[in-house]
């Protein structure tokens, strides 16, 4: 029964019809303990079943409330839980995790409407938070209804800082208050089947105004036989009752005195497991068989002190437990976690579930919790690092030091601390196995842990020093001496001391080893060095021999990332775009299902490519995704300065000089010299008619020390270069910038490089022909930037000759604008073309809509169509070769200027566009 709460359930059904007709929304739930959340949750969702909603439904637990996403996984189905125990051996498995739950939710809804609930959120795990924000964030384009409860008092930090992301996302707070004295009253009536006397609701209006309060008093009053019929009808308190109990945890103790003394010895187990339990996990830790503890279930349920949940049991009430479990004498308590342990060991139990009765032993243990932990410590720091670390640190505190199993611990922690990515614990564990250990292999592992850690972290030289003093032990076998090589290799070029030599002779040393590890390794530093050296073609062919040889061994997920990387990268410089998609898409996909920290580097790589393929929407979208995943700004300013370039380059294009100076104001950004930035910076002084300050910016790049960092892409700006010095009359500057590109050129003529000298040679020979020879190749390639500057370029080198042309070319170049929304390339071909005497018929760019379906750009048209099909954002994403976040934000803009309150509303509108 459920009362004084209807206003709440008339808002919780109209929630429930905004969600059949394809609206989400937010809503946190909160109160004191006993005043009903759960209940009201519980009865405001009843009927979503019926209507054709999938209703997941989980409840976090204190005692594995650290374990990352165990809360919301105990909520899918025993099939969906599956795949998230085959997440990859290597990488973030959190992250990797959280990407897969958001995923599975995307393709739930793309089934039915989901309502998704995590009762008790203050006891969540920390990814499972992470999840419930990002959720958010997506609730207005997803059939999906996320439902909270929550205590006020006590907040976590981070349950506070959900709260605050929840609530700036629009999401709505439900405070549930005491009861008023009117509605007390009605639930006692309902409580004792007639209408209550003044005495005992006054006794109930001592509770406070809370539900489950006066539930437990009224029932303990009812079960001591304290309320008595009189003859009117009225149920009235016995006249030799004086007061209630104390507190709502006493009114639960003389609960839980009710039950017999074999349920109560039942119970004691389960209270150890937490708030739910399943039956066999009761019946191994207390030592009986299934049917043994089935009786005690039975009372226990009928005593109203546990409740169903699915194929589980759980305490009707987290305070019921809290009652139960303080019972035990706390001296007590350690060596029943321990027991229960092992208990669920003998039984196979889920690993997680041990380890956390082992947490809740703070730190006793029995003799065979070593041997177990060393089992399942790669399992164990995947899935909760920090507990791995705890639970190995008290056991590492226990065993003699000379003991084997001391460095077989502290080597596998090390390891499973590297491929997650947590260096500090890998740092500390593997220099404590390098000072003792006597095994030249385990040595050569804990240094190739230790060295990649500190490469990660910019540390080169301590990680060469580290190198060099293990490989000068001849008891090194050669598969090790092959990686450690490998890893020298890598770390001359990354400390930009560079030693072509060394990536051959590790890849020599790779092959006599026959060790597909350090094979890739060494192919990935070969294809590097043969990009140095202009080779391009051959830093690819290395790349893809290097990712046939590594395979799909989780050991190499992430040197398989960083080849995918640069795959991509290295067939973008042929233009070859299916090819640079495909790889673009495989590398995202990995990432996702990996977890990996490169997750900014492969969007910002995607973000690139897509913004020389002229699709700037899908690029700017991408930067928006690799702006969460970026990482501390000093520790990477080259990944800020990529991600921040591309957004002002596009930005500067479409005439946005607030997004600009925004961007390239920001302070990992501001003063940097990379080439991305000097296009970025040069952009704005053009467009704020200081086209002498523009070519100022880019003459940086004809620096001669500076020659190596620029030779690159130098084909890239370079046209740009050119045009502004011709047009200023520094002939002795563009003939410069020319010479250098044809240096290039020569060193790697590839057909872009060619193409740019075309156009640069006919900038300075004033020859419209040479220029338009280049734009047919960007036209072939699909190169709209390059091919609208080329085609204006060319316009203005014929007017003087033949406007008719020439007003054909820019009509051309402006068409190729109009496609890209290059507002401010639009604005200045006219200009330059007008002080030649060509006008077109219409000037200036057309202004796109700010909202309706003239508004969306090409990118989110194509989304929006498929969105209409009934496509989830995976499946939209595996078609546009796009990833999940990258869709997510472009269909935010679809609903934002369409004015759609959700993807049914987007399909009904498309379908009213398109033609019957």
């Known amino acids: 029964m459920l009362v004084g709460r209807a206003a709440e359930l008339d808002l919780f059904r109209a929630l429930l019809r905004d969600l059949v007709a394809g609206r989400g929304r937010s809503v946190l739930v909160e109160g004191e303990p006993g005043i009903g959340k759960s209940a009201l949750v519980t009865a405001g969702f009843g009927m979503a079943r019926t209507l054709g909603c999938r209703v997941l439904w989980a409840t976090a637990d204190e005692l594995v409330s650290r374990f990352p996403l165990r809360t919301l996984l105990d909520a899918l189905s025993p099939e969906e839980r599956e795949t998230f125990d085959a ?495 495909t790889s673009m898409r495989a590398a995202i996909a990995l990432a996702e299902r990996t977890g990996t920290p490169r997750l900014c580097t492969v969007h910002t790589t995607a973000a690139d490519c897509l913004c020389a393929m002229g699709e700037w929407d899908d690029a700017m979208a991408a930067t928006e995704v690799a702006v969460d995943y970026l990482p501390e700004a000093d520790a990477w300013p080259e990944l800020w300065e990529r991600v921040y370039s591309i957004r002002a380059l596009i930005a500067g294009h479409r005439d946005d000089i607030t997004s600009v100076e925004a961007d390239l104001a920001r302070p990992p950004v501001r003063g940097s010299d990379s080439i991305l930035l000097i296009r970025a910076r040069a952009l704005p002084e053009e467009r704020a008619g200081r086209p002498e300050r523009a070519l100022a910016v880019l003459k940086e790049t004809l620096d001669p020390d500076r020659a190596e960092k620029y030779q690159y892409w130098r084909h890239r700006w370079s046209p740009q270069l050119v045009r502004l010095a011709v047009e200023l009359g520094e002939l002795d500057t563009a003939m410069a910038a020319v010479e250098l590109l044809e240096y290039e050129a020569e060193q790697e003529p590839t057909p872009h490089k060619l193409a740019a000298v075309q156009w640069c040679r006919g900038l300075l020979a004033g020859d419209p022909a040479g220029v338009l020879r280049a734009a047919e190749y960007f036209r072939r390639t699909k190169r709209p930037l390059e091919l609208g500057n080329c085609l204006e370029d060319a316009a203005v080198l014929m007017a003087d000759e033949d406007r008719t042309a020439a007003l054909a070319t820019l009509t051309d170049a402006v068409d190729v604008y109009l496609s890209l929304g290059a507002t401010w390339d639009v604005m200045r071909a006219d200009a330059r073309a007008r002080r030649h005497g060509v006008r077109r018929g219409r000037r200036g760019p057309r202004n796109r809509p700010a909202t309706g379906w003239d508004a969306l750009t090409g990118a989110e048209l194509k989304v929006a169509v498929l969105v209409a099909d009934g496509l989830s954002n995976p499946d939209i994403a595996a078609m546009l070769f796009l990833s999940r976040r990258t869709v997510q934000t472009h269909v935010s803009h679809i609903l934002a200027k369409l004015g759609a309150q959700s993807r049914v509303e987007i399909a009904r509108m498309a379908g009213e566009r398109r033609p019957t």
């Open 87 to 581: 997440r990859p051996a290597a990488g973030d498995a959190v992250l990797a995790g959280v990407e897969q739950f958001l995923a599975l939710i995307d393709q739930l809804c793309a089934k039915s409407p989901v309502v998704l609930v995590l009762d008790d959120v203050h006891w969540a795990d920390e990814a499972s938070l992470l999840v419930w924000g990002r959720l958010g964030r997506a609730v207005d384009q997803l059939p999906l209804l996320l439902v909270g409860a929550a205590r006020p008092m006590p907040r976590r930090s981070q349950v506070a800082e959900l709260r605050r992301t929840l609530t700036g996302q629009g999401a709505m707070v439900m405070r549930l208050r005491e009861l008023p004295a009117q509605q007390v009253d009605e639930l006692v009536d309902d409580l004792v089947g007639a209408p209550s006397g003044p005495r005992l609701r006054a006794m109930a209006r001592q509770a406070g105004g809370n539900p489950l309060y006066v539930r437990e008093l009224v029932d303990a009053l009812v079960r001591e036989n304290r309320v008595e019929r009189e003859d009117a009808g009225f149920a009235e308190l016995a006249a030799d009752v004086e007061r209630a109990p104390a507190s709502l945890g006493t009114a639960i103790a003389d609960r839980l005195a009710f039950l017999s003394d074999p349920t109560l010895h039942d119970l004691r187990p389960a209270v150890l497991l937490g708030t739910e339990f399943s039956v066999a996990d009761l019946a191994a830790v207390s030592g009986r068989t299934v049917v043994d503890v089935a009786e005690g279930i039975e009372e226990a349920l009928t005593a109203g002190v546990l409740a169903e949940r699915g194929d589980r049991f759980a305490f009707r009430h987290p305070l019921i437990r809290q009652a139960l479990y303080a019972a035990i004498p706390e001296a007590l308590r350690s060596a029943l976690h321990q027991d229960a342990a092992y208990a669920l060991v003998r039984t196979n139990g889920a690993v997680e579930r041990i380890a956390a009765q082992l947490l809740a032993a703070r730190g006793d243990m029995a003799d065979w919790v070593p041997q177990w932990l060393a089992e399942h410590a790669t399992f164990l720091t995947q899935q909760a690092p920090q507990i791995a670390e705890q639970l190995m640190g008290w056991a590492l505190e226990r065993i003699p030091p000379d003991d084997r199993l001391h460095d077989r611990l502290e080597s596998q922690l090390a390891v499973a601390a590297y491929l997650q990515g947590n260096g500090e614990l890998c740092e500390r564990m593997a220099r404590k196995v390098l000072a003792r250990t006597t095994d030249p292999d385990q040595a050569a592992r804990m240094t190739w842990a230790l060295a990649s850690t500190l490469q990660r972290s910019r540390r080169f030289a301590a990680a060469r020093d580290t190198l060099d003093t293990t490989l000068q032990d001849p008891g090194i076998s050669p598969t090790w001496q092959a990686r450690l090589l490998a890893m020298s290799a890598r770390l001359w070029r990354s400390g930009r001391r560079f030693d072509d030599s060394a990536a051959d002779k590790a890849l020599a040393h790779a092959e006599l080893a026959e060790d597909p590890t350090a094979i890739g390794y060494a192919l990935h530093e070969v294809s590097l060095v043969r990009l140095r050296r202009r080779d391009t073609a051959g830093a690819l062919r290395a790349v893809r021999r290097a990712l046939e040889v590594i395979g799909d061994d989780p050991y190499t997920l992430d040197l398989r990332q960083m080849l995918l990387i640069n795959q991509t990268a290295f067939v973008a410089v042929f233009d070859d775009w299916d090819e640079t998609r």
